[in-house]
């Protein structure tokens, strides 16, 4: 099983900024990608950045320039920080872990809780 920890969020004034992070433990032969998510009260989930493993991080078009995401040494944490936040920014953040928990077995895709950001003066 794996295992999605979540930290940072919540009241953010617009215009400031915010950090995510996010670490994976468990049964884990490979992570392929770590990246987050956020989903907006009646929207869908939507990709905010992540980073495929030994490729270039991909970000959502309405982040690009103003959030960086990256992964420590060890591969098996992840974080995400974002500036300018507007009140459209407001959203619960996901962290998503593409892994191969055993050798013999295809990648799964894997959740965190989620963890709550405002963006509101």
């Known amino acids: 099983q794996v295992r999605l920890v979540e930290s940072g969020g919540g009241l953010v004034q617009p215009g400031g900024s915010l950090r995510l992070s996010c670490t994976a433990s468990?049964?884990?032969?490979?992570?392929?990608?770590l990246g987050w998510y956020r989903q907006a009260p009646g929207k869908e989930r939507e990709l905010v950045a992540t980073?495929?493993?030994?490729?270039?991080?991909v970000y959502a078009d309405s982040l690009k320039g103003r959030s960086t995401i990256a992964r420590d040494n060890a591969g098996n944490t992840v974080s995400l920080h974002v500036n300018s936040l507007q009140p459209e920014d407001t959203a619960v953040y996901y962290c998503?872990?593409?892994?191969?928990?055993?050798?013999?077995?295809?990648?799964?895709?894997?959740w965190g809780q989620g963890t709550q950001v405002t963006v509101s003066s």
């Open positions: 998503n872990a593409i892994v191969h928990a055993r050798s013999t077995e295809p990648p799964g895709e894997y």
């Open positions: 980073t495929p493993n030994g490729g270039t991080p």
């Open positions: 468990g049964t884990i032969f490979s992570i392929v990608a």
